[in-house]
Nanobody, 118 residues
């Protein structure tokens, strides 16, 4: 059974930084794209950042220049470095991955809460 576990959330002041981590475990052939989503209270879940297996990245416009997604394929980890945080970044952040078992399937973590105080 594949599992994704996020860590690194917490309370931070506006302008501060946090680094989120997501560990993938279980039996699998490969991990393809990995993503970070977030969901703020009362809003729909939105894609924040994505990274392909060969390191290509893309970001939602609101975080460009502030957030950086990266991955360590050997450790089966994906990270989200968040700098210059704003109150509107407050949300539960979810890790998501396309896993080949070998059949492809999308897995989600349970989320980690990021609260940015103004």
């Amino acid at each position: 059974q594949v599992q994704l576990v996020e860590s690194g959330g917490g309370l931070v002041q506006a302008g501060g930084s946090l680094r989120l981590s997501c560990a993938v475990s279980g039996s699998m052939a490969s991990i393809d794209a990995m993503r970070w989503y977030r969901q703020a209270p009362g809003l729909m879940r939105e894609l924040v950042a994505a990274i392909t297996s060969d390191g290509r990245t893309n970001y939602v416009e609101s975080v460009k220049g502030r957030f950086t997604i990266s991955r360590d394929n050997a450790k089966k980890m994906v990270y989200l470095q968040m700098n210059r945080l704003k109150s509107e970044d407050t949300a539960v952040y979810y890790c998501n991955a396309d896993v080949s078992e070998p059949l492809g399937k999308v897995y989600w973590g349970e989320g980690t809460l990021v609260t940015v105080s103004s």
